[in-house]
């Protein structure tokens, strides 16, 4: 986390499923602005612990931590699973929100769920295994759809460290509506984890202002971490 109060507005990322904030820090490291790497709750702790969760705790969680930032207007950049949880997180800090940016994220229709963004066969069999099997995939998933343009360094890293996270927050519906501030939704063109197709319909939840594409797989804070800050820049210079 890096902190100036003398800066106006901020930067508050939310990541994916499995990750941990520090994941957003090659992007955060080279940004002017201040950043807040949110966590979701319990990630150190056995996998047990995490099970009974529902989205509204990862969300409270995360209220916590940016309610005790010194930075009062900020923009949120959410990825992934993080898009339904940053509408969340939006609708708690309408005051304080200054802008909205979707990185090949999830955007629920109408404060709808995770799972609900997903073309209907795939809805019902996503359901069935995580019900059965957990929300933990197996190593080659996570090599093919998460990692198909990372090192292996890279890609060995968080096969080891992915977290299983509680049913719920994939089931569970935000009950948020897209926050009325400057979006932009940032396209992925390699992306294994969320085709084009599906990204277009994110799009269409969203309604962002603005679409950028990014030449990467889905996880570009860590494969193009620079274009990304250069994104998020132009982004916010333009809403400054």
């Not at 990541?15 to 979701?40: C, M, T, Y």
């Not at 200054?98 to 019902?124: D, E, T």
């Amino acid at each position: 986390m890096k902190k100036n109060i003398n800066e106006e507005i901020g930067f508050v990322f939310i990541h994916g499923a499995g990750l941990e904030g520090r994941i957003w820090s090659n992007v955060a490291e080279g940004l002017a602005q201040p950043s807040l790497l949110l966590d979701f709750p319990l990630r150190k702790g056995p996998v047990d612990s995490r099970s009974d969760l529902a989205l509204e705790d990862y969300v409270s969680h995360m209220e916590h931590q940016v309610s005790q930032w010194g930075i009062q207007r900020f923009v949120i950049v959410a990825h992934s699973l993080g898009g339904v949880l940053a509408l969340k997180l939006a609708s708690k800090f309408s005051d304080r929100l200054a802008g909205f940016v979707a990185v090949g994220a999830a955007i629920p229709k109408n404060g709808g769920s995770f799972v609900s963004v997903l073309p209907f066969p795939k809805r019902m069999l996503i359901t069935a295994i995580l019900r059965k099997w957990g929300t933990k995939p197996p190593e080659s998933v996570i090599r093919a759809g998460l990692c198909n343009d990372l090192s292996e360094e890279q890609t060995a890293g968080l096969v080891q460290g992915f977290v299983p996270e509680a049913i719920r927050v994939y089931t569970d519906r935000a009950q948020a509506t897209v926050p009325a501030v400057p979006k932009l939704y940032v396209k992925l063109t390699k992306d294994k984890e969320f085709p084009s197709s599906l990204q277009n319909k994110m799009i269409s939840h969203l309604s962002p202002h603005s679409v950028e594409q990014l030449e990467s797989g889905h996880l570009p804070m860590l494969s193009k971490p620079g274009d990304l800050q250069r994104i998020l820049q132009s982004f916010l210079g333009r809403i400054a």
